[in-house]
């Protein structure tokens, strides 16, 4: 799980479906890729620069499930 995305988007006020929407993706893909998979490199990239431009991307998609 992307437990710094969360808070961030929390922090922010930004819905998954906000979220999701401003990066071109499906809300359900968006949610599923937080909570339970993972986001692909162009996808980090985007989410970062159109959601957390201020944000360090190694801090927003640390994962917190790393085993």
Do not use: C
């Not at 162009?42 to 190694?58: G, K, S, T, V, Y």
Request: net charge neutral.
């Amino acid at each position: 799980m992307y437990e710094n995305l969360r808070n961030a988007l929390k922090s922010k006020g930004i819905s998954f479906n906000a979220a999701a929407a401003a990066v071109g993706m499906p809300e359900p893909t968006f949610r599923t890729k937080v909570q339970e998979r993972s986001f692909d490199v162009e996808e980090a990239f985007h989410i970062q620069a159109n959601l957390f431009p201020e944000m360090d991307i190694r801090f927003l998609f640390a994962r917190s499930d790393a085993k």
